[in-house]
């Protein structure tokens, strides 16, 4: 804050409100009053506490404060990126693939991220499932055997009252043929005020719980978020990790290697690390495929294994996630070719038949 007062504690929803909190110059008030019109704007407290207005670069702000380039679409961009609508047998679930599918329960998200991929579809006021909706859904999954994950998505599901949660999972634990339950969230970074005991208790299950946190930047991870973690990890909940590349937050080896060394130190296991969804107004957050490999690859070696995650495009028409590399094998005559991470390389030729 740059007049030292505290940030207020309810999140700043749209551009009057970043200006009166210092975040963005009333210059560029105009302009950015119709990005908010268009897409959602909402930056938690916890979030605007660790923006530096002096800094035109920082990464925080970066990613929830809304920017005039919003309003310029590129023709590669899509309003649903990777094709979620013509997979969605019932209001609120996604099946792409044939042993999980995604439980959107509400499209609300404690942030409102500039580069998000459902950024059409996200917002405050809207996807809340009626009761009727919800079951219907639910519903879905007993009658999909073949389903062993739901996967809850949105929106952010930690928006839900612990109540409405504790419903969902002991309706999914129930179900004999489900074996996971996984939640994709930014909540326990972006606002981790909202993971109360009682919350941390709704996710309990004697199913696998998975929880995928959704973070960038090492910053993200402050103390509030530190025991919001703590507290979904004693509920027998694994944390795993997801980011997006993102040109200003984590393009870089330190600011990477950063990011995924905190999530380790949080209990967090990286597991992806997303190549951008080409939405509406995003391109200026776009890193080249062929240097997301390269940060990757130097990472490899120098940090702990564990840090490692898989680099993923998710295919547009919607034919599911591909690892994108880096990779260490090349076919040669007679063998393969394999780089070692510490330098040097070995030609493994193929067994021969005995
Ligand atoms: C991303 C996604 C999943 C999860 O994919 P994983 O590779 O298992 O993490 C599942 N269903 C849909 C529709 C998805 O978009
Ligand atoms: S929290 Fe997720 S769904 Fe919500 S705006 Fe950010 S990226 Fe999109």
Redesign the pocket.
């Known amino acids: 804050m740059p007049d030292g007062s505290l940030p207020s504690p309810r999140p700043l929803r749209d551009a009057d409100a970043l200006a009166a909190a210092g975040l963005v110059p009333p210059a560029a008030l105009p302009a950015l009053r119709e990005v908010a019109a268009r897409y959602a704007v909402s930056v938690t407290p916890a979030m605007a506490a660790l923006i530096d207005p002096a800094d035109p670069a920082d990464p925080i702000a970066a990613q929830y404060v809304p920017h005039p380039a919003e309003l310029e679409t590129t023709p590669q961009e899509l309003a649903d990126p990777?094709a979620?609508h013509p997979?969605t047998p019932v209001k609120g679930v996604?099946?792409?693939?044939p042993d999980?599918?995604?439980l959107k329960p509400l499209l609300a998200c404690p942030v409102y991220c500039r580069f998000c991929f459902r950024r059409e579809q996200v917002g405050p006021a809207g996807g809340v499932l009626s009761e009727a909706e919800l079951d219907a859904a639910l519903d879905w999954f007993e009658a999909h055997p073949a389903v062993r994950e739901a996967?809850l998505t949105g929106g952010d599901p930690l928006m839900l009252s612990p109540r409405r949660l504790r419903h969902i999972l002991a309706r999914l634990s129930a179900l004999p043929h489900l074996d996971i339950i996984r939640l994709h969230t930014r909540v326990p970074v972006a606002d981790p005020g909202r993971v109360t005991e009682a919350m941390a208790e709704a996710l309990e299950s004697e199913k696998a719980v998975f929880l995928c946190l959704h973070a960038n930047h090492a910053r993200e991870f402050t103390g509030e978020a530190r025991a919001a973690l703590r507290r979904l990890s004693r509920a027998g909940v694994a944390l795993l990790g997801q980011a997006v590349l993102l040109r200003g937050v984590n393009d870089t080896a330190e600011s990477l290697e950063a990011l995924l060394r905190t999530m380790l130190a949080h209990r967090v296991k990286p597991y992806?690390l997303h190549q951008l969804d080409r939405a509406p107004g995003t391109a200026r957050f776009e890193v080249p495929i062929a240097e997301g490999r390269a940060l990757l690859a130097s990472l490899r070696g120098r940090v702990t294994g564990l840090a490692w995650p898989t680099y993923a495009l998710?295919l547009p028409q919607g034919q599911g996630?591909a690892p994108i590399g880096p990779d260490f094998a090349e076919r040669a005559e007679g063998g393969w070719q394999v780089r070692g991470p510490l330098g040097g390389g070995h030609f493994q030729a193929d067994a021969t038949p005995g």
Request: aromatic content about 14%; glycine content about 0%; charged content about 35%.
């Open positions: 990777i979620d997979h996604v099946h792409r693939y999980r599918a995604l996967i992806y998710d996630k």
